[in-house]
């Protein structure tokens, strides 16, 4: 979802994220305009991606796999791969591998707009692209004690999450690390969707994560968010904009150099995060949830 909305946002390019058993089930339909598939799996050995990747080319659509295994099936069956550069991490929950199959999509995209030349492409885009290690270092610099902190007085039944654009995505990463090592309820909504509906499920004992990066649309997120207070609801935002830091004392304040077009892939770490001292703290091992593996084998049929 995250390269999907740079894609579309920042590139000029058509994109959109379909989980893999959609596009085998679904995908594509018969007016698909010259698509190609990209294909992300961190072991390149998940049933549902490697059968993508074989309706794909059974369709004679280019593929190509992101991934961490270039030995993998996916990598093999594959026109082209892209090697996340990240080791095998110990953990089954994925963080490092998560943020690598969407910088990697990204750049993938960003060489795609190039050779298309057709739609103007920000000019410090690579600046950012280049910054984002230091820029990461500060985040978990700045940020860690924060989410230890938070994690450790929390005393919520329920969380939920609110981001727009790829933030969006980010707040569906976070909700997901915590629901996956803690087994608590957890959710996920743009931030100017959850006015309509999802609002009234708001009391105490409910928290509100929000990534409210500087934007363009601050006031309307700090808007809600100040009404969601109002509600008995716990609000964290995470953000480096003055006046959201400062109307929140739970707020987790991100650097302020942080102004990259790319900072979702920063702030979803305040996010994974928390999940990790949350889940520490809960007495769980965020490591090896229940009934999770690394990756799925269960067989799907087109």
């Known amino acids: 979802m995250i390269p999907a909305f740079y894609y579309e946002y920042l590139l000029g390019l058509d994109g959109c994220a379909i989980p893999s058993s959609e596009f085998v089930w679904y995908a594509p339909g018969p007016t698909a305009r010259s698509p190609m598939l990209i294909a992300l799996s961190r072991s390149g050995k998940t049933s549902e991606s490697v059968e993508a990747v074989r309706k794909a080319v059974k369709a004679k659509i280019p593929t190509v796999a992101v991934t961490s295994d270039g030995s993998s099936t996916m990598s093999k069956e594959c026109d082209f791969g892209l090697d996340t550069g990240v080791p095998n991490e110990q953990s089954t929950i994925m963080t490092k591998t998560f ?3 969407a910088l990697c999509s990204t750049v993938l995209g960003i060489e795609f707009a190039n050779l298309r030349g057709t ?6 885009i690579e600046d950012d692209l280049a910054s984002l290690p230091d820029d990461a270092e500060q985040v978990i610099s700045a ?3 924060q989410a230890r902190k938070t994690a450790e007085s929390a005393n919520a039944i329920r969380f939920i999450y609110l981001g727009s654009g790829a933030n969006y995505a980010a707040c569906l990463e976070g909700a997901l690390k915590l629901r ?4 608590v309820a957890s959710e996920s909504y743009h931030t100017m969707e959850f006015r309509h509906g999802p609002f009234a499920e708001l009391e105490e004992g409910i928290q509100v994560f929000s990534i409210v990066p500087k934007s363009r649309n601050i006031q309307e997120q700090l808007r809600i968010l100040k009404e969601i207070a109002t509600t008995g609801a716990t609000v964290v935002p995470v953000s480096n904009e003055p006046e959201v830091v400062r109307s929140f004392k ?3 304040v991100m650097p302020d150099s942080i102004g ?6 920063l702030y979803m770490i305040p996010l994974q995060l928390f999940a990790y001292y949350y889940s520490v703290r ?3 091992n965020p490591d090896e949830p229940r009934n999770l593996t690394k ?6 049929a087109p």
């Open 99 to 101: 943020t690598g199959s």
């Open 119 to 124: 739609t103007p492409i920000p000019a410090n």
């Open 143 to 145: 940020v860690e004690d």
């Open 180 to 183: 996956e090592t803690s087994y």
């Open 250 to 252: 739970d707020a987790l």
């Open 260 to 265: 990259s077009e790319f900072a979702s892939l």
């Open 282 to 284: 809960s007495g769980r």
């Open 295 to 300: 990756y799925v084998t269960t067989e799907i």
